[in-house]
């Protein structure tokens, strides 16, 4: 899958919090919670935050993007934290079956 993962935000962020740190992508079905490399932007106009994973993601298998919250977590214009993370699971398309 070459799409990026897009979040959309319901108020204003302060888009300094949002990162590497505080957004990450993780594949839930192999086992693994180590974060997926992926360059993270946020648009404060748009109040989306993306992911765009370093190299393609897997077919079919199930993924998890995490905004973080906490004191160390994403943060509103205003200062304040997330309460608590927010989850966002997906899951990539098999691919396309190309034969004759």
């Not at 957004?23 to 993270?40: C, D, H, K, R, Y």
């Not at 106009?45 to 906490?70: H, N, R, S």
């Not at 989850?87 to 004759?100: E, G």
């Amino acid at each position: 899958m070459t799409d990026n993962v897009q979040a959309t935000i319901s108020e204003a962020m302060d888009t300094r919090t949002i990162n590497a740190s505080t957004f990450e992508l993780t594949m839930t079905n192999q086992g693994s919670t180590a974060p997926i490399a992926a360059a993270v932007s946020c648009n404060a106009q748009a109040k989306k935050a993306t992911l765009d994973p370093g190299a393609d993601l897997e077919p079919q298998p199930t993924y998890m993007a995490t905004i973080k919250g906490g004191a160390n977590g994403a943060k509103d214009v205003a200062g304040n934290a997330l309460a608590t993370d927010k989850v966002l699971s997906f899951t990539t398309a098999a691919p396309a079956d190309t034969t004759p």
